[in-house]
């Protein structure tokens, strides 16, 4: 089984034969798509990664191959030597519809049995046989596109941060295990017994130290790793487009990334983005979107009714924001009719599961107001809101009452989850902006202190410097992110570059001057030999991809992704190791019991 | 300390003024390499990633100004504003020499603390304390050359392969381990207790499997890992040009692999490489150089004089001989008066670290000829290795009886040597040759028995096949390195797509069907759906940007280098990690005490 090439070389790709190469004599290599046997003739459509040719045996060509080709099934490979002629039924569905190649030449280069998976775009096989059988699934046509555009991303990336003067320095993937952010995954050191590496979240360190080095301006296109829980769309190791560069403030970076951005989408899907992009800062998408990454395609919009119900005699209202918190609602205007009441429970389920107790609602409909809140409230602020939310016939409104967190994070994903059940959105519009003024810290409820949003190096904006003792809480970051369509495609800041700004900065967050040395002491080092002014960005270039191909499955972007138990169907990893590998790096498996 | 920009914004680099530019208002950024206070005048030269301009402050600014500048030292970061003129003592050695910066304003962002590296390319500082302040190391024009010129590798790497149809394609660093070839760093699952991932060695069977997913040409540039004892010049992780094409044989991957390594060459070094490459088959590389990665740029061949000592009464050659070995030597011709007794002498040193357990040796001098092994030897037979040796007055004659392997591993190493101890390799010069035919098994003597010496995918020689089962150690392999003055800069083979031969290939392995399928399972699944022919190779990065750099220590071509005991002295990796963190990954330290 398998013949060889022999003298046979491919003269064509099987997507690129046309009316002009009629009367050629080709040669094309490739997979059996289908094969019709009509007896005296056979047809098969050969695919290789540029598309399908069909190519014809009847009986000008010897039995011998004839025969051989009675005996070729879907998936063999071929090697065929043929005349390329006019076809008879032209197929317009496909570019090379109107040729097909009579064969001269057949060789059988490899058998293949029945594959698990037909190589079609929606062969409906579920995740799991496509992951394990990942070889075959690629061969389909939206999978191979899929990687192509990647390839083209990645390659348009480089060659705008390039033509812009930046240079790509590789960074290393064996580091210091971090003391901050999210969980590291460990490798342990063989010549070093007892002490590990840890596979970078990010190159940030290591991009600063870049800058402290004189490199100016960086990229790099680059693998980092989270072990973290994974949610849908999350991948344990991940792309990144990392960037940083020297003498710069946030709009010198805001401006260079548009250009980028706009390259992009330019080259890629032949959109224009509208420059500049808009901006909005962390408080007003808070305000009116609920996320910090708000989903401009549609509206919705936040509308605080706090104020209307402040001294409300219902309770749920008044004395949430008494202890507060605030009433928020959002109109989902003209799709009243949509939901019934099931329909509202299950809004109400999901609004849940983001922490609200509760979800208030009023529907204007052609026969009157139905809520179950009404008789709670009096007729003047029942009036008031539906004023204030701009009610009408055919609207329906959501509210939630509680803590402000919980307000935003509820009623936001609400908003996006009612768009998408109600298909509103257009998935070939594009809604970019910027959001700014992020607040440099958060609060840690576990940890009973600040932590820094984004990561400690990010400087704080100018005018509130004088605030990092007072109110730390009101400090507004120099911090970016890009958000496509309600993600988060990217993100950045400005780092600070004073080392008794950073002393500030440390002392917010609670650490002593010993606990800064020992988890940053080389970065604080470096700092101190001439650092300049500095800043950067990072995309999630499979997020990026997804927006570029609308997939809504971050595998589909990915030749061997893992699931979300963090393995891979196709090579079975992880997987057990001998003892002898273990012991010599030193380390031994400890399961407990009460896992 | 520091001071924001401002408003200042950068208008040139520090290398790109020239007197076109005289008499414009500029504001440059950068580090201060050195400064001269000559008390009315100050001049600065001033640096960035670009080159150096020369900025002057004089009693045409204010007094607050000129004292700030007072207080500049080495390496603070500035930013000014000035205006361009004429230089009085024109600098030829810097491309800026001829303009200098009056400066009107003056900013300094950062002051520095005395670095403990000079910015300088020859500081002469110990490698351990650049690789601490690597930041500052990096700073250095020649670093900064090496790290731009790899830069520029990569980009040309890539539109090269883009070029040609390649797709880049992004393969996994969370593997499953190898149960073949080097050892793995393993990565302890969080998620799966008790399993781990390995880093890659190479993408290998994954970009096999990218070939069976119908990818067709593939290529990568990507990290690699190989848990290592470190010679000099290997790092735990390095970077591969990995590439991988479908429906070819040999010819067409040396073809285009030529023309790639012509457009580097041309467009990094303008070098024109003679097209076709050199090729030598391996056994003959071996024969004329003693090793597979022969250095053509200078001669002092093996030549093998077993025939002429086979029956001689010197037992050292003839019973080696007898027992299966060679006896072969070089002729350094032409510089037998470079070496004195003491040269020769640690010449033989040098010899037995590959295993040699002498150096047997004639020098034929104006005033005759001096040898330890003549009075063992018969005038015919000393005449007769003379002869053949080509020897001449002037001339040093070096042999080696032993084994085979030990003639060729320290004769072949010991023609290396004596050439860099006389000092006469051109390093302008370019040697590329390609080494072909290699054998496609070697004995283990540990494991007892064959190996494969690519990998168990790499096809035999279609007219070696019928030996596979009979003389396994003469079957030679598709399988070609590319060759650079003799260093291996790449390598790669044909790989087998017919499972019988697959077959075949894992019994002279001496694998069962059970122990191929558990080792390479998920291949050999793969191989049953249609697997077209493919082949690729995979190159060196670092390697070759030494080649391209001439650099002799492959940390000058990395941006954060590891130790050669695998460690980062600027971050101090690997490091303890707590017992929380391992517990997580279910893992404990194993330190046995007798380690």
């Known amino acids: 089984m398998g013949e060889s090439m022999g003298n046979l070389r491919r003269t064509n790709l099987c997507g690129e034969l046309r009316v002009e190469d009629i009367g050629k004599e080709v040669v094309l290599m490739g997979w ?81 049995q029945t594959p698990p998976i037909y190589i079609k775009d929606d062969d409906n096989v579920s995740e799991n046989v496509r992951l394990k059988y990942r070889y075959l699934d690629l061969r389909k046509s939206f999978m191979q596109k899929n990687l192509k555009l990647r390839a083209k991303a990645a390659k348009i990336v480089r060659d705008f941060f390039d033509e812009n003067g930046f240079i790509e320095v590789e960074t290393p993937m064996l580091t210091k295990p971090t003391p901050e952010g999210a969980r590291d995954y460990l490798v342990p050191s063989r010549v070093n017994p007892g002490e590990f590496y840890a596979l970078p979240q990010s190159p940030q360190l290591m991009k600063q130290l870049l800058m402290v080095a004189g490199i100016d301006r960086y990229y790099q296109i680059v693998k980092c790793f989270r072990d973290e829980d994974l949610r849908a769309n999350r991948q344990p ?46 408080k007003e998408a808070m305000n009116r979107f609920g996320v910090d990454k708000p989903d401009l395609r549609f509206g919705f919009e936040l509308i605080d009714i706090s104020e209307i119900v402040s001294n409300s005699e219902f309770k749920v209202f008044s004395s949430t924001i008494q202890s ?29 599961t983001y922490g609200a107790k509760g979800l208030a609602w009023i529907k204007l409909t052609e026969n009157g107001i139905t809520s179950p809140v009404a008789k709670f409230l009096r007729e003047e602020e029942f009036k008031a809101i539906l004023d204030k939310m701009g009610a009408e016939e055919n609207d329906l409104l959501l509210f ?40 440099l810290f958060e609060y840690d409820e576990d940890e009973k202190r600040y932590v820094a949003k984004h990561h400690p190096f990010t400087a704080p904006m100018e005018e ?38 950073q002393s500030r900065m440390f002392k917010a967050l609670g650490f002593t001057e010993e606990e800064a040395n020992e988890k940053f002491g080389f ?32 595998r589909d972007v990915i030749a061997f992704p893992k699931t979300q138990s963090a393995t891979c169907l196709l090579t079975d990893a992880p997987t057990n190791v001998s003892e002898g590998q273990l012991k010599e790096v030193h380390i031994k498996v400890d399961l407990e019991k009460n896992e």
Not at 324 to 346: A, E, L, P
Not at 465 to 486: F, H, M, Q, T
């Open 32 to 112: 059996v798509q289908r094969e019709r046997n009509l007896g005296s003739l056979i047809f098969i459509d050969l695919r290789d990664t540029t598309g399908i040719s069909q190519i014809v045996f009847d009986d000008t060509i010897s039995e011998d191959i004839f025969k051989k080709a009675e005996k070729v099934k879907s998936e063999y490979v071929l090697a065929i030597k043929g005349k390329v002629r006019k076809r008879q039924s032209i197929n317009k569905d496909i570019p090379t519809g109107e040729i097909e190649v009579l064969v001269s030449e057949l060789k059988i280069l490899d058998e293949a």
């Open 523 to 554: 970065l604080l080092e470096a700092f101190k030999y001439g650092t300049p002014p500095h800043g950067g960005i990072a995309y999630g270039l499979d997020r990026l991809i997804m927006t570029l191909t609308n997939s809504s499955n971050i």
């Open 464 to 501: 509130d410097i004088d605030l990092l003792e007072s109110s730390p809480e009101k400090v507004r970051a120099k911090a970016y992110d890009i958000v496509i369509n309600g993600d988060e495609m990217g993100g950045g800041s400005i780092r600070i570059n004073n080392s008794s700004l």
């Open 237 to 282: 190791e991940f792309t990144q487009i990392d960037v940083e560069m020297s003498f710069v403030d946030i709009e010198d970076i805001i401006s260079i990334n548009e250009k980028f951005i706009y390259k992009l989408f330019k080259e890629l899907k032949n959109i224009e983005i509208e420059l500049p992009i808009k901006r909005m800062s962390y």
């Open 324 to 352: 507060g918190g605030s009433v928020r609602g959002i109109n989902i205007k003209g799709y009243g009719d949509q939901f019934t009441r099931k329909d509202i429970s299950s809004l109400e389920d999901y609004a849940k």
């Open 400 to 439: 939630v009452a509680d803590k402000q967190s919980v307000v935003y994070d509820s009623l936001g994903n609400l908003r996006n989850e009612v768009a998408k059940r109600l298909g509103i959105i257009d998935n070939n519009q594009l809604s970019l902006v910027w959001i700014t003024e992020f607040p």
